[in-house]
């Protein structure tokens, strides 16, 4: 299939572009030192794809977007805003990324790592948001762990 093409499919239909995308930008902040958690819902109902934590307590929200179907189609992304300190798009290197906003975040990822090609502006949150948000963060990653260490716990 041609890239043009492939870029214009739905995003349901490349979930392996999502997968290696995700996995690599996950990667590219553990190495800068963020913890993060995928798929972490927030008092909107909204969905960030990776939250991450720096070790001062910065919460990033890093939209995975496997192409520009995937991009065009999703409106929610700025809804995201209210929850992070900062917001990045993680995009594939085939990815027009100059069609993302300029004042947001970009990753470029593949399945093995990625970059940061343009820092995040930041709006830092506000103290209650933070702490409340820090410990959704932080049970999430908990409970997800207990899951692994008992994948089936008695009630």
């Given amino acids: 299939m041609p890239l043009a093409d492939s870029l214009l499919e739905p995003a349901s239909a490349r979930p392996d572009i999502t997968r290696a995308v995700c996995r690599?930008?996950?990667?590219?902040?553990?190495?800068?030192?963020?913890?993060?958690?995928?798929?972490?819902?927030?008092?909107?109902?909204?969905?960030?794809?990776?939250?991450?934590?720096s070790p001062a307590g910065e919460l990033?929200?890093?939209?995975?977007?496997?192409?520009?179907?995937?991009?065009?189609?999703?409106?929610?992304?700025?809804?995201?805003?209210?929850y992070c300190d900062a917001f990045l798009f993680?995009?594939?290197p085939d990815f027009p990324h100059e069609i993302l906003p300029g004042d947001?975040?970009?990753?470029?990822?593949?399945?093995y790592g990625g970059a940061l090609i343009r820092e995040a502006p930041r709006h830092p949150l506000a103290p209650a948001r933070r702490k409340a948000l820090t410990i959704a963060f932080g049970r999430l990653a908990a409970?997800?762990?207990?899951l692994i260490e008992d994948p089936a716990p008695r009630d």
């Avoid at 991009?71 to 209210?82: A, L, M, S, V």
């Fill in 104 to 111: 947001v975040g970009l990753i470029i990822a593949d399945a």
């Fill in 60 to 82: 990033l929200v890093v939209e995975v977007k496997s192409g520009l179907a995937d991009y065009r189609i999703d409106g929610k992304w700025p809804d995201y805003r209210d």
């Fill in 143 to 146: 409970a997800r762990l207990a």
């Fill in 90 to 92: 993680a995009v594939g």
């Fill in 24 to 53: 690599g930008a996950a990667r590219h902040l553990r190495e800068r030192g963020y913890a993060i958690v995928k798929e972490m819902t927030f008092g909107n109902g909204r969905r960030g794809d990776i939250v991450a934590l």
